[in-house]
């Protein structure tokens, strides 16, 4: 029990957010016409933070599979680099590997590298404790949302903004910390072309993919700006 205490105050943080988010989430697919079922089910399988926000007008619109798919690789791409830094540690947890990589959110990963210095036997299991437990604030939170949604009225006239809201806060703490205004405006820059060129219904994946190029291509140049004293990174 002592290890569950200790996985769920290192999660408090997380909680708030993801039970505030994954109402929104809820209420938007109840709006939608999906039930609570449907709520479980894709936090359960899907669990993709912003990609659920993105699937609810997926599943009210007519965007085939491919594209679908394609889109939801594109936006959730960096947990393939997150992955990297984990790859020894899930390797020894057995069992445990295949749900750690699936759940591996921004929000976990930042936990889990938090414990990065910390050298203890049981190091594992808290990890995927936490794991389990941001999973599981985002499960209720979506769960709550849909019932709150299916039983009480509400007004939703902007509520599908808060992952935006999300997105800009992420965006501003990117700007404002040291290097972090290339990526951020290789993704400006890419966004509001591929809005002009092809408008708001073709334009996500097209931005989603030339900004991932981009910052592949321009990643080494800035690794050498770094050694020049110029304060960008890779």
């Known amino acids: 029990m002592k290890l569950w205490r200790e996985a769920f105050q290192r999660t408090v943080p997380v909680m708030c957010g993801y039970l505030v988010v994954g109402v929104a989430f809820g209420l938007l697919l109840e709006d939608a016409g999906y039930g609570v079922l449907w709520a479980f089910l894709i936090s359960c399988v899907v669990y993709a933070g912003s990609m659920q926000f993105v699937l609810v007008s997926f599943l009210t619109g007519s965007l085939s599979f491919l594209s679908m798919a394609l889109t939801t690789l594109a936006v959730n791409c960096r947990h393939l680099f997150y992955g990297l830094s984990f790859l020894d540690e899930f390797q020894q947890m057995g069992a445990k590997k295949p749900y750690m990589i699936f759940s591996l959110t921004d929000e976990t990963y930042s936990l889990l590298c938090s414990m990065k210095g910390e050298e203890r036997p049981d190091k594992a299991k808290l990890s995927f404790l936490m794991s389990l437990f941001d999973q599981s604030y985002w499960v209720a939170g979506s769960v709550l949302g849909s019932l709150a949604g299916n039983l009480i009225p509400f007004d939703l006239t902007g509520i599908d903004f808060a992952m935006t809201a999300l997105f800009v806060v992420i965006f501003l703490e990117q700007w404002l910390s040291n290097g972090g205004r290339r990526s951020a405006l290789i993704g400006l820059?890419?966004?509001?072309?591929?809005?002009?060129?092809?408008?708001?219904?073709?334009?996500?994946?097209?931005?989603l993919v030339s900004s991932v190029a981009l910052l592949l291509i321009t990643?080494?140049?800035?690794?050498?700006?770094?050694?020049?004293?110029?304060?960008?990174?890779?």
Not at 189 to 207: E, H, K, N, R, V
Not at 225 to 230: E, M
């Open 189 to 207: 820059g890419c966004g509001a072309a591929s809005l002009l060129l092809l408008g708001p219904d073709g334009f996500l994946l097209p931005a």
């Open 219 to 234: 990643g080494g140049k800035d690794a050498g700006n770094s050694s020049n004293g110029k304060g960008e990174t890779a």
